[in-house]
């Protein structure tokens, strides 16, 4: 697949324009599914049936909207692109102990930090690098500047901030939800490197806390143009504490036609108080 730049003819500095809004909504999970075991790849005809599925039968239009194109352009199995078992490695001993604790506190919460950060409104993962997709709303707007890119993701409309004008880290008591952002450009491609992440507790708090991040973690990412409206998107995460060995992943975004919807998280939300109620008035 080639790289279509989209840059004036003549204008050797210009880059490609990621500029616009953006969807990464994909029923392709993270993990490729135990059973098919070593398959990396779906036939075409595999692919449909699948993706009829996934939209269900009648075809409707929200269940459309929320997972996307099922197979992508790749016709992948899993995101998660090496280890070649489509499976994230191993946790190491000390973050397998962290995640049962974190497990533990997530279904008997007594206090608001036993929750996720999404639950507290505070950090979604479709916004932190690696920015995996979610089961819905996985949308963002990226704003382009000569030295700075821009990502804002639908979910708790959190913005990262990519630098371009310098290629060093903040310093490293400096800790930040999304980390710390440097990007440059190799040809076409935007290859951004974050670091500075500030430590979560380990885990998000869904999906038994399956995926998470330290402040160890270190991501480079890679976003280029396959055509005007499909960006290839390509991680790679380092995490010494967290995970025995790297691990890397792709998928595809596609433009929508219109911005992300604003995402209001705290307003009238009564979950986390009515979760905390019920789960510290039982015997």
């Not at 409707?60 to 352009?73: C, I, N």
């Not at 919460?109 to 089961?135: E, K, N």
């Amino acid at each position: 697949m080639s790289v279509v730049a989209q840059t004036p003819q003549g204008s050797p500095s210009a880059h490609p324009d990621f500029a616009g809004a953006w969807s990464s909504a994909t029923a392709i999970p993270l993990e490729r599914p135990a059973r098919l075991k070593d398959k990396p790849f779906y036939t075409r005809e595999e692919a449909d049936e699948l993706q009829k599925k996934a939209r269900g039968v009648n075809d409707d239009p929200l269940s459309r909207l929320e997972t996307g194109s099922l197979m992508q352009p790749s016709l992948r199995t899993s995101l998660i692109t090496d280890p070649p078992n489509g499976l994230l490695p191993s946790l190491t001993p000390s973050a397998a102990a962290a995640q049962r604790t974190r497990v533990e506190r997530l279904h008997n919460p007594s206090t608001a930090t036993d929750m996720g950060l999404q639950d507290r409104c505070l950090v979604f993962p479709t916004a932190v690098p690696p920015m995996i997709p979610y089961r819905y709303n996985s949308n963002y707007q990226i704003v382009q500047t000569g030295d700075t890119v821009v990502v804002v993701a639908e979910m708790i409309h959190a913005a990262r901030i990519i630098r371009l004008d310098r290629r060093t880290h903040l310093s490293s008591n400096l800790r930040q939800w999304l980390g710390d952002s440097v990007g440059h450009w190799e040809g076409a491609t935007l290859v951004v490197d974050t670091t500075n992440f500030n430590d979560a507790g380990g885990f998000y708090g869904d999906a038994g806390g399956m995926y998470g991040w330290d402040r160890n973690m270190h991501v480079v990412e890679r976003f280029s143009l396959l055509d005007a409206n499909t960006i290839l998107y390509r991680f790679e995460v380092e995490d010494p504490t967290a995970y025995t060995q790297p691990w890397k992943g792709e998928l595809t975004m596609t433009r929508t036609p219109t911005p992300p919807f604003e995402y209001a998280c705290h307003e009238g939300n009564r979950d986390l108080p009515n979760i905390l109620q019920l789960s510290t008035s039982q015997p």
